[in-house]
């Protein structure tokens, strides 16, 4: 059954490194509870304590918005396949976007992406395992490129221009500051 532990131990590290979808929740104290799904070979581990995310531009922004607000955030992992498991990370997260110090050296890290908006960073505090045993069997089959399709017919101030306009603000008004000129 579930344990706990204060860091990703050995065993879990390869079963992260194995999936192919996983789960962000973030909330400040008084906004709605954001859980967002996420793919395309977007996260890294750079520690037992330590994990980073790359962020693509979508249709809503409200994990930035969130954790300049209140940083904890909580990413899960379920076993759609193999044996039974639910692991959740729990910590506070820094938004890291492209004007940043930290942007360039963690970017390295990800396959280049024109949709690439935000670097999330998560200090693990907490590391949570669950049976999962109610969660259903699903064949991975492939990753979706309609995002990067888009994003590649897109120029730099395109793209830009999309966040402008649709990822400057939660659907509860906090800022995102995606945008240069809003820093």
């Avoid at 820094?94 to 200090?123: C, M, P, T």
Wanted: aromatic share 10%; net charge negative; proline share 4%.
């Amino acid at each position: 059954m579930g344990q706990q532990y204060s860091s990703i131990p050995d065993k879990l590290i390869s079963f992260v490194e194995e999936q192919k979808l996983f789960f962000v929740g973030t909330a400040t104290a008084d906004s709605r509870v954001n859980i967002s799904p996420k793919g395309m070979d977007s996260l890294r581990i750079l520690s037992p304590n330590r994990v980073v995310w790359l962020n693509v531009t979508g249709s809503g922004n409200e994990t930035a918005a969130h954790i300049q607000q209140m940083p904890r955030m909580t990413i899960m992992f379920a076993a759609f396949e193999g044996s039974p498991l639910i692991l959740r990370l729990y910590g506070n997260a820094k938004v890291i976007h492209k004007n940043d110090e930290e942007w360039s050296e963690l970017y390295a890290l990800f396959d280049d992406n024109h949709g690439a908006r935000q670097i999330f960073n998560l200090e693990i505090d907490l590391v949570q395992s669950s049976c999962g045993m109610a969660v259903p069997f699903f064949d991975y089959k492939e990753e979706r490129e309609q995002l990067n399709t888009w994003a590649k017919k897109k120029s730099p101030e395109d793209i830009e221009a999309y966040w402008e306009k649709k990822n400057q603000n939660s659907i509860d008004g906090l800022p995102t500051h995606i945008v240069k000129k809003n820093l």
